[in-house]
């Protein structure tokens, strides 16, 4: 398959997904809905995906006249908060359908004649941001969709299997020395992942899988919520203030906690990765427990380098593109895969579940690397650089495989919860 027909594959792939989130599940007063004001409508998500769509790959990279110059006020992330756009005239479910269908079948038509040549097109890089953009967008469409009341709208998909195999010590050493982190050469990387760099990182122990449920469990039966000793002074505040004592979708019910996911309510299963708890609880674990989040590139280096050949692979487990049994990504779950699960994806240094499963919390606030450039433009990633968003890693169950790469860097405020987000320690060696 050359480069085009992946690019026609791939973005086929993504609308699919797409409208399975949307106007093929739910039915038009749940698309324009607002379930939450750190949530957009559902309907929002959609045109802005053909919107993003029609403004790189019509315009930029064809050259092609614009479909709707008039709504694109209406579909800039930037221009809008979440919580104002229930407010704002958008496309109804099926104008939304109609308008990204349009906009794809003209880009299917303009493929054939654009080059993929230079700074823009080269490699199919700008094909590669859309198509990423809008699965990233169907990550944020299913924690919609989790932050949703009433019946559940999607279908546990039939159990893939977990790929467990064998014991696994609790936590590995990586020892000292010097790593490549990012990337220069990948063309599905965005500006942030640029350009590789060389990192010396001091030895250090890290986990073998997340944190569990489990694990996570009790420590809040120790007192975890309730005690300041083990937050960090903003992490106490935001505790105190909204009262939270147990990760989100989290109850009791009986003496035993119950969960609600995708509108199913289920015990906690205690074997499984815990998500949706933010950095300030995640920091605050790692404390009670003696040791503490890794740092991003503490992270990145167990996940990629290969010690042994002396060089930083594609994915833990090699080069190969092909997730399978490696990894628990792409909905193949709608939830975490058991811990220890996925053994033969593990890194060069035997660190399991780096891919999917959950977003993994780090100690680092996000930041251009040395030498970075903002391409192809400044609000992808340069606007959020600072001291306000940590940074995540590995991708999770919903996060598709063309994202969940070591390199890849997600990043958001440590308050939040609704992100299929979770953790694993480290500690000094």
Not at 22 to 45: G, I, K, N, R
Request: net charge negative.
């Amino acid at each position: 398959m050359d480069v085009k027909e992946r690019i026609v594959a791939e973005l086929t792939a993504a609308r699919d997904r797409s409208f399975g989130l949307t106007v093929e599940t739910l039915e038009a007063p749940e698309l324009t809905a607002q379930v939450s004001p750190l949530m957009s409508p559902l309907v929002w998500d959609l045109a802005h995906i053909g919107n993003y769509e029609e403004q790189w790959l019509l315009r930029a990279a064809a050259g092609a006249a614009a479909v709707r110059p008039d709504i694109d006020d209406i579909y800039d992330a930037f221009e809008h908060p979440r919580a104002e756009r229930p407010s704002l005239p958008l496309l109804s479910p099926a104008e939304s359908r109609a308008y990204v269908t349009t906009v794809r079948d003209r880009v299917l038509d303009s493929l054939e004649k654009v080059p993929l040549v230079g700074a823009l097109a080269g490699d199919g890089f700008v094909y590669h941001m859309v198509i990423q953009h809008e699965h990233q967008h169907d990550e944020t469409m299913l924690a919609t969709h989790q932050l949703r009341k009433g019946a559940p709208a999607l279908l546990d998909p039939p159990d893939p299997g977990s790929g467990a195999g064998g014991t696994a010590p609790a936590e590995v050493l990586v020892p000292g020395g010097p790593f490549l982190m990012g990337t220069s050469d990948d063309p599905w990387a965005y500006d942030n992942e640029r350009p590789g760099h060389m990192v010396d990182v001091p030895s250090f122990h890290i986990d073998t899988t997340p944190v569990g449920n489990a694990a996570y469990a009790a420590f809040i039966e120790a007192g975890g919520y309730r005690d300041p000793r083990w937050w960090d002074p903003k992490g106490w505040e935001w505790r105190s203030r909204t009262g939270k004592e147990a990760p989100a979708f989290w109850y009791r019910e009986g003496g035993q906690w119950m969960r609600r996911r995708f509108g199913h309510v289920e015990p906690v299963p205690m074997d499984e990765p815990v998500q949706h708890v933010c950095w300030y609880e995640a920091d605050a674990y790692a404390r009670w427990v003696g040791r503490r989040l890794p740092t991003e590139a503490e992270w990145e280096k167990a996940a990629s380098w290969d010690p042994v050949a002396g060089r930083k692979r594609r994915l833990p487990w090699g080069d190969s593109s092909e997730a399978g049994a490696h990894a628990n990504v792409g909905q193949r779950r709608h939830r975490p895969s058991p811990l220890g699960s996925h053994a033969e994806g593990a890194s060069a240094y035997g660190v399991r579940q780096l891919i999917g499963d959950v977003w993994e919390w780090t100690s680092t606030d996000f930041h251009g690397y040395p030498g970075f450039r903002s391409f192809p433009y400044k609000e992808y990633s340069e606007v959020f650089f600072g001291g306000e968003y940590k940074v995540l890693k590995g991708g999770s169950w919903a996060t598709h495989p063309l994202s969940a790469r070591p390199t890849f860097r997600n990043w958001d405020f440590p308050i939040r919860r609704q992100i299929f987000a979770g953790f694993r320690c480290a500690r000094d060696a």
